[in-house]
Structure formats: C-alpha cells, structure tokens
Nanobody, 123 residues
Framework: QAALMETGGGLAQSGGSLRLACRAT????????MGWFRQPPGKEREWVSR????????EYTDAVKGRFTISKDNAKNMLYLQMNNMKPEDTATYYC????????????????WGQGTLVTVYR
C-alpha cells in the first residue's frame, strides 16, 4: 500500500530553520516526481517546491526561492525540504506529494499525498 509520511514539523523562530523529511513506501519512488505543498491556516493548499524524478528539474514558488531547498534520496526513498530564514508567513501544514511525472504534478494530478506536518513560525 502506497504511503507518504512527513516528519520534522514544529516551532521555529523567525529567521530560523527547519528540515522536513518524507518517507515513501509502496510505490516506485525512484521514478516519481515529488513535491512539497502547504496549506496556511484558513487558506487553500499551494505548491511550494517540486522536482523531476532524477532531480534534473527543480522548481520553487517565488515566496520561498533562495530560502528553501528540496532534495530527493532515491536510495533511501526519502524526500526533504530544508527551510532557512523562515518567516511567519511560512506557517502552514506541509504536505509531501508524488506524481507520475513533473508535468502531471504541475497540473495538480497527484497520485499520493502525505498526511501533513504542521510548521509554525513565530516572531
């Protein structure tokens, strides 16, 4: 059974850092496009970062460029999101997601979602 499980959420001070991790099981992680989405309180879910299955293409939403880094370890079936210089507006539930390929992920055609991990950034 396919599953994604995020860890690493919690409290961070403005300007601080957190590293999210996502463990994938039950599907072909190595050949999947992967990404991170987030849902701020009271708002809709939005994409944060996404990458092709080998990492040759990596994309970030403008709000996190230069601060967040996505990475994928195919040997360990792990996806990461390093978040630096965090801001209060980064407060959200963060979700790991998989898609067949990057074009489908851009279209929102997600095959697997994680359960989410809450990140709260305080001033």
């Amino acid at each position: 059974q396919a599953a994604l499980m995020e860890t690493g959420g919690g409290l961070a001070q403005s300007g601080g850092s957190l590293r999210l991790a996502c463990r994938a099981t039950g599907f072909d992680f190595c050949y999947s496009a992967m990404g991170w989405f987030r849902q701020p309180p009271g708002k809709e879910r939005e994409w944060v970062s996404r990458m092709s299955f080998l990492g040759g293409v990596v994309e970030y939403t403008d709000a996190v460029k230069g601060r967040f880094t996505i990475s994928k370890d195919n040997a360990k079936n792990m996806l990461y999101l390093q978040m630096n210089n965090m801001k209060p507006e980064d407060t959200a539930t963060y979700y790991c997601a998989a898609a067949i390929d990057l074009p489908k992920m851009r279209e929102g055609r997600i095959t697997h979602w994680g359960q989410g991990t809450l990140v709260t950034v305080y001033r």
